[in-house]
């Protein structure tokens, strides 16, 4: 079946740190991919997807690349700030599932 | 536009009472999906209603779980009976459709249930 697994965290780091989450699945075919992020105390929002090999998404200076090659849609941004601090999930989506996959979150705290 | 709505946004309730948990999806989305997050399962999917399909139900953890979806739109998912493992955020999101560009879901606020 198909599966989705993420860096565990916490992952700490100090406000303008450069942040990568990593991401791996196991899928049949083309999958798409998202990352969700969870802000403290709220409900799941979408953060950025890739619908094809080699696409990448981007959003709030986050950007993530499909890599079919290595099954990997790794999470970065360059310069992360306090609010940054949430926790991130990586999801995978088929039709023929009917359902998003999703790893099981990287909590990210960032200190200032 | 307006986005997922759930209610109530909490829950308490005692051991072996019955709850719904209400969905007010975006509107025009025909998709609609329920799932649960717990701290020791992550998010895991528990059913799928598409149009006027079937729902699909593959992912409902016993039969004291049932939804339902009225008209095409709002949805209810109820626990019988429940137990304390039944305790966690209940997360309801709609996506367009299924197919490439449509498949994204958005979420709603969730539902935090707490059963005593």
């Known amino acids: 079946g198909n599966s989705v697994t993420q860096m565990e965290g916490p992952v700490t780091l100090s406000e303008e740190a450069f942040l990568t989450i990593n991401c791996t699945y196991t899928?049949?075919?083309?999958?798409?991919l998202f990352w969700y992020v969870q802000y403290p105390g709220e409900g799941l929002q979408l953060l950025l997807k890739?619908?094809?090999?080699?696409d990448k998404g981007s959003n709030k200076g986050f950007e993530a690349t499909y890599r079919k090659e290595t099954t990997s849609f790794h999470l970065e941004k360059g310069s992360v700030q306090v609010s940054d601090s949430a926790v991130y999930f990586c999801?995978?989506?088929?039709?023929?599932?009917?359902?998003?996959?999703f790893g099981g979150g990287t909590r990210v705290l960032v200190k200032p | 536009g307006a986005g997922v709505s759930q209610s109530p946004s909490n829950k308490v309730t005692e051991k072996g009472k019955d709850v719904e948990l209400r969905c007010d999806p975006i509107?025009?989305?025909?998709?609609l999906y329920w799932y649960r997050q717990s701290l020791g399962q992550g998010l895991e999917f528990l059913i799928y209603?598409?149009?006027?399909?079937?729902?699909?139900k593959s992912g409902l953890p016993s039969d004291r779980f049932s939804a339902e979806r009225t008209g095409g739109s709002v949805s209810t998912l109820t626990i019988q009976r429940t137990q304390q493992e039944d305790s966690a955020v209940y997360l309801c999101?709609?996506?367009?459709?299924?197919?490439?560009?449509?498949?994204?879901?958005?979420f709603g606020p969730g539902t935090r249930l707490l059963v005593l």
């Open positions: 999101a709609s996506s367009y459709g299924v197919g490439e560009g449509e498949e994204t879901q958005y």
């Open positions: 899928a049949t075919g083309y999958p798409s």
């Open positions: 890739a619908t094809k090999a080699d």
């Open positions: 999801a995978l989506f088929k039709a023929a599932g009917n359902k998003l996959t």
């Open positions: 509107s025009g989305h025909t998709a």
């Open positions: 209603f598409q149009g006027n399909s079937a729902p699909d």
